[in-house]
Nanobody
């Protein structure tokens, strides 16, 4: 059974940091590109950051560049999102997802192209 289990969300003040983690199981993690998406209440799900299966090249949305960093540990089947200088607008449920098809450089796949999803972890940034 494929599982993606996110953790690390919570309440943080603006300007603070959080580290999200996603534990994968049930598929060959090292062969899959991994992404983080987020969805704020009343909005569509949007891509945040992705990392390739091979050389670990990453791609991030403009609104998080310079603040968020994605990384993966293929030995532990985990992908992480380090979030710094958090803003109120970063408040959302954050989802871990996987795609076998990879993604174009400097781009984020659309949600519909992802195969596996976690259930999400909520992040609330207070002002």
């Amino acid at each position: 059974e494929v599982q993606l289990v996110e953790s690390g969300g919570g309440l943080v003040q603006a300007g603070g940091s959080l580290r999200l983690s996603c534990q994968a199981s049930g598929f060959r993690f090292a062969s899959w590109a991994m992404c983080w998406f987020r969805q704020a209440q009343g909005t569509e799900r949007e891509g945040v950051s992705c990392i390739t299966s091979g050389d670990g090249t990453s791609s991030s949305a403009e609104f998080v560049k310079g603040r968020f960093t994605i990384s993966r540990d293929n030995a532990q089947d985990t992908v992480s999102l380090h979030m710094n200088n958090l803003k109120h607008g970063d408040t959302a449920v954050y989802y871990c997802s996987a795609t076998y098809d990879g993604f174009l450089a400097e781009s984020i796949p659309i949600p519909g192209s992802m195969t596996y999803w976690g259930k999400g972890t909520p992040v609330t940034v207070s002002t």
